[in-house]
C-alpha cells in the first residue's frame, strides 16, 4: 500500500541547519518539499567539482571501452559498480585526492586524443578517396599534362548513366577506357573509370562526360609521385596514427587505479551538492531555520524523538497539505508483498491517491510466472540460484527485491511444475520403477502434452478471474476514495456481463 505521508516543518537555530542537513541525509528518513523556483540555482563550486569528476569517471570508461580493459571486482562485488563505503570514509577520500591535478590530466588527454581521432578521420578520407585509383599506374605530372598528345580523366560513373555514357563514348574515334573499380551492388554505387584520348578529341571527351553525369576526380600528386607511392605515404600516416592513439590510451590507463577513489570522491561530493540543494529550501529567519519535508505519517513519533535526541532545540510539528501539493510515494508492504514492488517500479509508480498495484497483481504474476515454465527442476534451480546470490553477493536494495521475486516465483513453478508433471524435461513414465515414480505420478493431476486443451482452459480461467478481481479490487478503492457512485457505475456492470457470459 501507499503510505499516507505527513507534511513536516522543522525549525532550529540557524547554527545548526548544516549539521541537521546533513543527519537528515544520513538518516534517509525526510523527503524535502520541493519550493517553486523560477530563477536557476546558481552553480557552485561544489557542483564544478562534481562536473569535473563526473567528466573523469566517463574518460575512463571511454579509454576502457577502446582498450577493452574491464574494471577488477571482487566477486563478492560482481553486482555493484564499486565496494560499500561509508559517508566518513568518502570525505577522508575526496580530501586526500588531488582533483585539480586529476582532472586536468584527464582533459588533456581527452583533448589528445579527439585531435587524434579528428586527424584520423581525415587521413581515413584521404585513402578513401585513392584507393579506388591504387592500380592506376600514372604520376601526378602525367595526370596533370597528359603523355605526348594523350590526355587521361579518371571519372566516377554513376551505374544508372554508364549505358548512355558508353555510347557517348563510343562516337569518339580516338577514346579508350578502362573499369578501375566497378560497383559492388547494381545500380546503386558509382563505377570508377580510367579514360584516354587524344588531346584534339578533348571537347567530345568533355561532353560526355556531361552526357554520362560523370564526376571528374583531381588527385593532388607530386610531379613524379605515383598513386600506389600517396597510398602507401597516407597508409603510413594512419598507421603513426594509430600509434599516437596507442600510446595516449596507455597514458590514460595510468588513471585506472584511481578509479575507485574517484568513484568515492563524486559521491561525496553528491551528498554536499544534495545538502547545498537542501540548504537552499530552508527558509532562514534572523534567528531561526525553518525547512519542509515529508515523512510517512507511522514514523513521525519515532522520528521525532530521534531529531530531539540529536537537537534538543528543534522543534518538528505537522502542518496542514495544500492541494497543490505532490507528496512523494512510499511503498509499505510487508515482507511478502516487497519484492512485487519491482515489478510496480517497472511500469511506472501510482500517483500519491492511487492504488498501489503489488498486493493485488502478486498472485497472477506467480500463476503466469509458474505457467509459464511449469518445470519443477527448473524451479527449484531458481530458487537455489537466488538463494546464493542472496547470500554470497552483495546486491543493491532494488536488486534483492528483484532476487526474491524471482525466488518466488521459483517456488511457484516448482509447485505447478510439479502438478504438470515437468521435472527437467524428463517424461515420469520412463523412469525405473520406484516410489519416487510413483510419489511423482501421483503428484501428476494434468499433461499439458496430451491434453494440451485443459491446459488452455485452466490458463483461460485465470485470465478471466483476475480480470474481475482488478474490477473488484478497482472498485473497492473508488469506494473507500469517496467515489462510490463511479465505482459501481464504472465496475460493477462489467462483473455482471462477464459472469453471465461465463455462466
Sequence with gaps: MIAP??????????????????WLQDEEILHIHEV?????AARTQTGYELAELQFTLEFLQRVRKATNASPKKSWRNLFVNKPAASLKTLNQTLAALNMAELTAQAHQLHESLNSIEADKEK??????????WQHVHLTGKELAQGRHHLIHRLLFIPARYQEA????????????????????QKNTLPIAYEVIAHRQDEKALTASQAAGNAQAVTLHLLPNESISQKISSIKHRLQKNEQATKKTLTQATSLFPKEESIKFAYDALLHKVERE??????????????????IPRAWCPAFTRRLHGVFPDALAEEIAIDPTDKPPVHFVNNKLIEPFESVTNLYGRPGYQELDPSGPLALFFLLAFGLALTDAGYGLVLMVGTVAAEKFFRLKRDMKKMTRLL???????????ALTGGWFGITLETLPPGTGKNILLAIKILDPITEPMKLLGLAFVIGIIQLMFAWVVKATHMWRTH??????LDNVPWLIIVSVMMA
Aim: avoid cysteine; glycine fraction near 4%.
Design 165 to 184: 555514357w558508353l555510347k557517348s563514348l563510343a562516337d569518339i574515334p580516338t577514346a579508350s577506357y578502362q573499369i578501375v573499380s566497378p560497383s559492388s
Design 407 to 417: 525466488f518466488l516465483g521459483g517456488v511457484m513453478t516448482v509447485i505447478l511444475g
Design 36 to 40: 517553486p523556483n523560477t530563477t536557476e
Design 123 to 132: 587521413i581515413q578520407h584521404e585513402l578513401d578517396m585513392y584507393a579506388p
Design 5 to 22: 505521508m505527513a507534511k513536516i516543518q522543522i525549525a532550529t537555530r540557524p547554527a545548526e541547519r548544516d549539521l541537521l542537513l546533513a
Design 277 to 294: 540543494a537542501a540548504n537552499q529550501k530552508i527558509d532562514s529567519l534572523p534567528h531561526t531555520a525553518v525547512l519542509t519535508g515529508w
Design 483 to 488: 467515489q462510490k457512485i463511479p465505482a459501481i
